[in-house]
């Protein structure tokens, strides 16, 4: 299958590059810029399917704008479903954020309850409801809090409990959900091969895991005492469930603990 891939070059591009090759796709995964309406067209033209993994997401190394993002998330998406359609694409595989299920955290949340975005997140749902007003082959995968290589996760997450002023958000109790970059990038290839048609995919590990226990985790990797809460709450408590992926035959490899 020729795949059109943009976003090659980021932390989740780069991951699935290698794989998609692998599973015999041919790729056209070059650096191109997605608020280029023309580029865009040239780009998606001859593809069987387009990948999209462009964003602007700031990184723990300085990289990436929130304002830069939501303009990829919103024109980008426009773009893309234009292009998509005026080249005569049919399936674009998007990635999302899981982070949209932020509605309840009494259980974990499934692709059937609702979403919501505010914030940073307001572009991640408009971006959806670009896809879903689409005439096209859609098929959204919403990837919990990235961590892996390339991802400054797990690296920062180290620091943190090394840090003598570091507080865990809160009283620590809020739930997250996390997702190895390299099986959100199984995942991504798993919707494409076998994912129904305009049908959101949540992909996460196993189990969402209390702040309290992941930085316990990570501190007892490091020998130190864990941190104390008391911090800023930085997002909104969530936690989602990966049964409708598993059902595809994906499974997470990795676990953070």
Not at 87 to 111: F, N, W, Y
Not at 172 to 184: N, P, T
Not at 229 to 239: D, E, K
Request: aromatic content about 6%.
């Amino acid at each position: 299958m020729r795949l059109a891939v943009f976003g090659a070059t980021g932390v989740a591009g780069r991951a699935l590059v290698p794989r998609a090759i692998a599973a015999g796709h041919s790729l056209r995964a070059e650096r191109t810029d997605i608020l280029d309406g023309q580029a865009v067209i040239r780009f998606v033209q001859d593809s069987h399917a387009v990948i999209n993994l462009a964003t602007s997401i700031p990184t723990a190394g300085g990289r990436g704008d929130w304002t830069t993002n939501d303009r990829i998330r919103r024109e980008g998406t426009a773009n893309l479903i234009a292009a998509c359609a005026q080249a005569g694409v049919k399936t674009i595989i998007q990635q999302s954020v899981a982070m949209l299920h932020c509605v309840a955290d009494d259980r974990p949340q499934t692709e059937d309850d609702p979403i919501a975005g505010d914030g940073v997140l307001a572009s991640a749902l408009d971006m959806e409801e670009l896809l879903r007003a689409a005439p096209l082959d859609w098929r959204i995968v919403r990837g919990a809090l990235f961590y892996g290589p390339g991802t400054g996760r797990d690296e920062t997450w180290i620091a943190e409990v090394r840090s003598e002023t570091f507080r865990i958000p809160g009283d620590a109790s809020a739930w997250v959900s996390l997702v190895h970059v390299d099986d959100f990038t199984d995942a991504m290839l798993a919707v494409l091969h076998r994912g129904d048609s305009q049908q959101a995919y949540i992909a996460c590990d196993d189990a969402p895991l209390r702040l309290r226990d992941l930085y316990d985790c990570v501190a007892a990797s490091q020998a130190v005492a864990p941190p104390k809460a008391g911090g800023v709450q930085r997002m909104r408590s969530f936690r989602v469930s990966n049964a409708k992926l598993r059902a595809l035959g994906w499974k997470p490899n990795h676990r953070a603990c």
